[in-house]
């Protein structure tokens, strides 16, 4: 673990609570709140390994009732500060989307996060995402082509992004915020060419106020994962990729808490060569066809 970097917002600024249980409402009505479709055989299969699991931990361990209690009591608290979505994207997800992506072609991907929403306004390339008047930070000039396994311009792509401002603050889960701050769905043109404007958004640390701080203190353990941009890249007939993009030099790319930093999702930012300030990277996309695989 590397040492706790300077938090550049100020103390109590956007509490666990607020954002936890907004991430709990919002999946709530996203209608994939259907887990009683997974099949009888299904869950008594996974329902009995992670049972398995907990109680081997027990043996091994020789867990006290001290210890024991603690769970509960904290487990209860997970569900009330309305955290489980934080909670299971930041220690869990990683594995799911690696299961899951081991056979698909093309463009990488990783976690979804808790803090992704639907709908963000529509944009044409070249786009500029929403941004305050005197917006602080480093402008970034993120542009890109989509192509299929084969090199071919795909037609009707788009790249919804989402990310932190240069506070480390997401707009909707942080109070304060205008509601698309740093969220779009940029439509690239007819050769898969997209550009978007946007800013550097600050490394990002989980909320330290709720369980899951509680769980990061009470382990010694650190709340931060590196910079990140936040992307869902889709096409009419491909498979869609959810990824991040991360910022070489970034401490925290080694060891971030929610294990979700993969080499091809670096970039290469570099200072603009053609006038504005800021930066300019170019990221392809290779997206597979509906039913390819590797
Ligand atoms: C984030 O911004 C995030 O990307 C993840 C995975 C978990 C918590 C906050
Ligand atoms: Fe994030």
């Not at 024991?68 to 934080?86: F, H, Q, S």
């Not at 890109?144 to 997401?170: C, K, L, M």
């Not at 936040?230 to 030099?249: E, M, N």
């Not at 930093?261 to 300030?277: C, F, I, N, S, Y």
Request: net charge negative.
């Amino acid at each position: 673990m590397t040492e706790t970097q300077a938090d550049p917002r100020k103390e109590d600024e956007g509490t666990a609570v607020e954002a936890g249980s907004k991430a709990t409402e919002r999946f709530t009505a996203s209608g994939k709140l259907a887990p009683l479709d997974v099949p009888k055989e299904r869950v008594s299969l996974l329902a009995g390994a992670l049972i398995k699991a907990a109680n081997d931990i027990v043996v091994e361990h020789e867990v006290t009732y001290e210890e024991y209690n603690a769970l509960k009591a904290w487990l209860i608290k997970v569900g009330t500060d309305g955290e489980w979505p934080l909670f299971l994207d930041v220690w869990l997800e990683h594995t799911v989307e690696d299961v899951n992506s081991q056979d698909r072609p093309g463009t990488v991907g990783t976690i979804e996060g808790p803090y992704y929403v639907p709908g963000s306004p529509v944009l044409q390339t070249p786009a500029t995402v929403e941004m305050r008047e005197d917006e602080e930070g480093t402008p970034l000039h993120f542009s890109g082509r989509f192509t299929d396994t084969d090199g071919n311009p795909i037609q009707n792509a788009q790249v919804e992004i989402w990310h932190a401002d240069s506070a480390g603050f997401y707009s909707q889960y942080a109070p304060g915020l205008p509601d698309w701050l740093f969220r779009g769905t940029v439509k690239a043109d007819d050769d898969g060419r997209f550009v978007i404007n946007t800013m550097r958004p600050a490394p990002y640390q989980i909320p330290t106020d709720g369980a899951c701080g509680q769980l990061i203190s009470a382990a010694g353990w650190h709340a931060w994962r590196p910079a990140h941009i936040h992307i869902k890249v889709s096409a009419p007939g491909f498979q869609p990729v959810t990824q991040q993009l991360y910022f070489p030099g970034d401490p925290h790319n080694a060891d971030d808490i929610a294990s979700a930093v993969k080499p091809e999702l670096m970039l290469d930012p570099k200072p603009r060569t053609d006038g504005p300030a800021g930066e300019e990277v170019v990221y392809d996309y290779v997206l597979a066809k509906e039913g390819q695989h590797k």
